[in-house]
């Protein structure tokens, strides 16, 4: 088996591991659902035996940028870097905005597919 055969199993072998950790939290979430508190948000604490589970539960947020823009409370303002306009600044706006960003290298990204 070459590297690239082999990073797709084991990309399989992630996938396959993630459904069956969702079908056991599942399993976990009914068969505890009674002693979970009340609330909708926060985390419960459950022992089993050796075992002690916490479960977290909350909810996300989708925020409509453009009508929250035109309500005037409730909502953070967020500063994005706008890569596009950044690439294009002249070395002294460039060095300006620089002092407001802390840049990172990302981890590289890969996709392997058989051709």
Do not use: C, H
Not at 26 to 52: A, P
Not at 58 to 68: H, I, M, N, P, W
Not at 75 to 100: G, S
Request: zero cysteines; charged letters at 40%; aromatic letters at 10%.
């Amino acid at each position: 088996m070459n590297i690239y055969e082999k990073w797709l199993s084991v990309n399989q072998r992630i996938k396959d591991l993630q459904k069956e950790k969702l079908s056991i939290e599942i399993n976990l979430y009914e068969r505890n659902k009674s002693e979970l508190s009340k609330k909708d948000e926060g985390s419960t604490k459950i022992e089993s035996g050796k075992f002690l589970m916490t479960v977290t539960r909350g909810y996300t947020f989708k925020v409509d940028q453009e009508l929250a823009s035109v309500i005037d409370f409730g909502f953070k303002k967020k500063y994005e870097l706008d890569k596009t306009m950044y690439k294009k600044l002249d070395p002294d706006t460039k060095r300006r905005v620089d002092e407001a960003l802390e840049t990172k290298i990302k981890k590289p990204s890969f996709k392997v597919e058989m051709v």
